[in-house]
């Protein structure tokens, strides 16, 4: 009986173990490559990760990591 509180206890406080485009909701970065047509790659650390927006970014573009679908963030354009 305590192990399996104990299983269900860790299972919710390891929800995004191994989910590292789930932490990445709602963090800010700015666009090294512009989007064409709402898709391009951008560096988080020392990873590229494909992304797609609502409307095409330029370079330099401050935004926020809205959602994940797959392994593609989808993002927006924030004022900075």
Do not use: C, Y
């Amino acid at each position: 009986k305590w192990l399996s509180r104990r299983v269900r206890e860790q299972k919710h406080s390891d929800s995004h173990l191994n989910q590292r485009g789930q932490q990445l909701i709602g963090r800010r970065f700015v666009l090294e490559s512009p989007l064409v047509n709402g898709r391009g790659h951008m560096r988080v650390g020392d990873s590229s990760w494909p992304v797609s927006a609502s409307e095409d970014l330029g370079a330099g573009t401050h935004v926020e990591v809205i959602a994940i679908e797959g392994i593609t963030l989808i993002i927006r354009a924030v004022i900075a």
